[in-house]
């Protein structure tokens, strides 16, 4: 943990010094910043970060601020936490660059974790192919009907709008959903978003 620091951008204060201490008591080295603006003005001087940014904030939004990281070619992983998450959001933060996407109120362990597998990215690239290769054979154990279904979930749509577009009834959906999470090995729909985003870039690049 000492190899790389963890920035935090957060609007709010207690937000701020909420997750510096328990991000420093788990042993992480931890810089705020209380606005994205504030974080682009250092963030072309950082080497070895991870970040851990709020989606909505007053100046510049969570996947904005990904969008301007990457436009300057600043490759920092990041991981982005909201409490107002919803699918389209999480597409557009893994569009833009996110590791992950946590929503609130979510378990200390859940973020930790989701910071060490940031900081894995800024290593391993070779991880990171294997993990690929075990989302595409979970992908590749689903049937027909399952990834026409997984493909609405991650566009955004709601059960009865599957239902009507794949002619089924809303029933059927949510057991083709929990089929899909179980065979994903996925334990929330922001992580099935994560992992259906790392497989499409993955095929971009090949």
Known sequence: MDSYVVHVVDDEEPVRKSLAFLLTMSGFTVRVHESATRFLDVAPTLAKACLVTDLR?????????????GAAG?????????????????VSAMKAGAVDFIEKPFEDRTLIDAITRAASR??????ISADIATLRARLNSLSEREQQVLSSVVAGAANKTIAYDLDISPRTVEVHRANIMSKMQA?????????????????KAR
């Open 57 to 69: 904030m007053p100046d510049m939004s969570g996947v904005e601020l990904l969008e301007k990281l």
């Open 122 to 127: 800024l290593e391993d690239a070779t991880e």
């Open 187 to 203: 334990k929330s729909l922001p992580e099935l978003v994560r992992m259906t985003i790392a497989l499409k870039a993955a095929g």
């Open 74 to 90: 600043l490759l920092i992983p990041a991981v982005v936490i909201t409490g107002h998450g919803d699918v389209p959001m999480a």
